[in-house]
């Protein structure tokens, strides 16, 4: 059957009632937006596919066609945010177009630093993007500051051999923690091997974990308003069970999709994209489903890139035209096929699509449509301060789950880090928390 995956992560309204963001803001220097002399290929730079794979994925695939000679160059965040601010500020712009996710945009919309896409948005209607992420493309204003790229989430990957030890009455794709620790349990005691795993090494994503996952579930907070609330402090107790269950090389995994293909886990946690290579591979021994619930709902983060032009950008005409070609069906198609982020128009998804990108999809939908659904947005606003509201989660993991510290106490002590992070940006909340005047508050 044709499904427009799109509309499959339509989030609520909750979403829309707190991503707005002033329009004021410090301007750029005088002379900002200078265009570089414009010579060589277009410099597409991008907070996304950054590992080698990927990024050659995108260069010699996704890329290929593109009507414009493109330089594609991928960045961690941090640094994406400096080249950015600093060639903004410096008046000599080299980047044409931008890649990057719904919230690397919100600073350098709030410093004046990107161009208006509206007409572009307007001439591209019949792409069929999702009005949610129309809106959100807005960043609180009436004007479009990106065009919607890519979307993708994170589930739950299962080996076949892990059903039999499913606890009595649960429903794979209605999970609880609670379920989720017992099932953990039953597999160890049945194996005598932990098969739970999650990407805690240095370059996983069990951040996002607690920012989209645990903290929506437990707290109904994306992690900063009840980030030390009695709730929390439950939560991670109840995680502090979970990670006893689970793969001790859990501290190390990046991408699970590698423990899964060794038969290491057998239950992992992680984004989409670091899960379909063993969805590919083995996709009649794995089941991908939604991630579990807890009290306050089944939090999950959808992710939402987009593509804009840096004002005073030395290409913006050839930066448009591969707007327009990345956003064309048979490219959203190829990045879904290659990279396993889903479409953010109406693209539709062709009867040939591989078994194992079919299972993602259908996790994505049975997700996104579950009725405790809770999406959570990734951060907003922190710019090249990602890094530390990071560093946040991971030392409140690493303090209270691998040393065992009082939990309340590293509450208090992290979230008075996480609130100087906040008021250094000034960043507003972002949903599930509720919309704030002014920087974010930890309760």
Do not use: C, D
């Given at each position: 059957m044709r499904r427009t995956v799109a509309h499959l992560l339509l989030m609520s309204s909750l979403l829309l009632t707190a991503c707005g963001m002033p329009t004021s803001g410090p301007a750029a220097k005088e002379g900002a937006g200078k265009p570089a002399a414009s010579s060589g290929p277009l410099v597409f730079f991008s907070s996304q596919f950054k590992p080698v794979e990927e990024a050659e994925k995108m260069r010699q695939v996704i890329l290929t066609d593109a009507p414009v000679q493109t330089d594609y160059i991928p960045e961690d965040p941090g640094p994406f945010n400096d080249r950015i601010t600093a060639e903004q500020q410096a008046g000599r712009v080299t980047v044409s177009l931008i890649g990057g996710l719904h919230g690397d945009f919100a600073p350098f919309v709030q410093a004046g630093q990107m161009e208006d896409l509206t007409p572009l948005m307007q001439k591209l209607g019949d792409r069929g993007f999702p009005q949610t992420f129309a809106d959100l493309s807005k960043m609180g204003t009436d004007k479009n500051y990106y065009v919607p790229w890519m979307q993708a989430t994170y589930v739950l990957a299962i080996s076949k051999k892990a059903l039999e030890h499913l606890p009595p009455g649960a429903d794979?794709?209605?999970?609880?923690?609670?379920?989720?620790?017992?099932?953990?349990?039953?597999?160890?005691?049945?194996?005598?091997?932990?098969?739970?795993?999650?990407?805690?090494?240095?370059?996983?994503?069990?951040?996002?974990?607690?920012?989209?996952?645990?903290?929506?579930?437990?707290?109904?907070?994306?992690?900063?308003?009840?980030?030390?609330?009695?709730?929390?402090?439950?939560?991670?107790?109840?995680?502090?069970?979970?990670?006893?269950?689970?793969?001790?090389?859990?501290?190390?995994?990046?991408?699970?999709?590698?423990?899964?293909?060794?038969d290491e886990v057998w239950v992992a946690w992680d984004h989409t994209a670091r899960l379909i290579n063993a969805a590919r591979e083995k996709p009649n021994e794995m089941l991908l489903v939604p991630a579990p619930a807890g009290p306050k709902g089944r939090g999950f983060m959808p992710v939402i890139a987009g593509l804009g032009v840096p004002k005073g950008a030395p290409n913006r005409a050839g930066a448009e035209q591969v707007i327009e070609y990345m956003t064309q069906p048979k490219q959203q198609v190829a990045t879904l096929r290659e990279l396993a982020f889903f479409p953010a128009t109406s693209a539709p998804i062709p009867e040939d699509l591989s078994p194992g990108v079919r299972l993602e999809a259908d996790a994505v939908a049975k997700q996104a449509q579950a009725k405790d659904a809770m999406p959570s947005l990734l951060p907003i606003g922190l710019g090249g301060k990602n890094g530390e509201f990071n560093k946040v989660y991971l030392d409140t993991f690493n303090l209270i789950v691998l040393r065992g510290q009082p939990i309340q106490q590293v509450l208090e002590e992290q979230g008075k880090i996480l609130q100087g992070i906040i008021d250094e940006t000034k960043a507003a909340c972002w949903p599930p928390d509720p919309k704030s005047d002014g920087p974010c508050k930890v309760r």
């Open positions: 794979v794709n209605a999970l609880t923690y609670a379920q989720l620790r017992e099932w953990g349990a039953r597999m160890q005691q049945a194996t005598g091997q932990r098969r739970l795993g999650f990407p805690g090494g240095p370059k996983g994503l069990i951040h996002r974990f607690f920012q989209g996952y645990l903290y929506p579930s437990y707290t109904g907070s994306a992690g900063v308003v009840a980030f030390k609330s009695p709730e929390a402090a439950q939560m991670w107790q109840e995680f502090k069970a979970i990670w006893e269950v689970s793969n001790p090389a859990s501290a190390n995994y990046e991408f699970m999709q590698e423990p899964l293909l060794a």
